[in-house]
C-alpha cells in the first residue's frame, strides 16, 4: 500500500507490486529515482537497484517463506529450490551470498530453522519428535544438536526458560 501510493504520488506507472519487488513501465529519470527512495526512506523501506543486492534479498526471501510460512515438505534439496527459483547456477548464487552476507546459504537457513524451532517450542503444540519432522531434519538428536550449537541450550532447556519465566511472572 505504501509503496503504491509513493509511485502513484510520483505519477510512475506500475505495472506489479509485491513483497520486495515493483515492476515500473518506463524508464525513471535519476530525479524520480531520488524521489521515490526519500518517499520509500519515510517508511523504513530500502530502493535496492543493486541486481547482486536484489538476489541476495530474494534468496532470503525464499528462505524466510520456506522455513517460516510453508508446511509442504521440500520435495528436492534446498539448492535445486533456490536454483530453480532464482533461475541461476546454484554455485553462483551460494558464492555471492558468502560474499555478501559473510556467511553461507546452508547457515544462514539453518539459523531461521532454528528461529522457527523456538517459534515452535513457545507455543508448545507439538512435541520435539513432530517439529523435527515438520523441518525436515533427519533426527530429533540431529536437530537438538544443531540447536544447541546455535544457541547454547538443548531444546527442553529453552522449553523449561520459557516455563519458568510464565511461572515467575503470574508469581506476582
Known amino acids: 500500500m505504501i509503496v503504491k501510493q509513493a509511485l502513484t504520488e510520483l505519477d510512475l506507472n506500475y505495472v506489479n507490486v509485491e513483497l520486495g519487488r515493483v515492476e515500473i513501465i518506463e524508464d525513471i529519470s535519476r530525479t524520480q529515482k531520488d524521489l521515490l527512495k526519500t518517499s520509500l526512506n519515510e517508511y523504513g523501506l530500502e530502493l535496492i537497484e543493486d541486481k547482486k543486492s536484489i538476489l541476495i534479498e530474494q534468496i532470503k526471501k525464499l528462505i524466510v517463506e520456506f522455513v517460516h510460512y510453508t508446511d509442504e515438505p521440500l520435495r528436492s534439496n ?68 544443531q540447536f544447541k550449537k546455535i544457541t547454547g541450550l538443548t531444546p527442553s532447556h529453552f522449553k523449561n526458560l520459557k516455563e519458568l519465566r510464565r511461572i515467575g511472572l503470574s508469581s506476582f
Do not use: P, W
Open 78 to 145: 534446498f539448492s535445486y529450490y533456490l536454483s530453480e527459483h532464482l533461475d541461476h547456477d546454484y554455485t553462483y548464487l551460494a558464492n555471492l551470498f558468502s560474499e555478501v552476507e559473510g556467511i553461507n546459504i546452508e547457515h544462514y537457513i539453518i539459523i531461521h530453522k532454528i528461529e522457527r524451532v523456538k517459534e515452535l517450542l513457545v507455543y508448545d503444540e507439538l512435541s520435539l519428535k513432530e517439529i523435527a519432522y515438520k523441518l525436515q531434519y533427519s533426527s530429533v538428536a540431529h536437530l537438538s544438536n
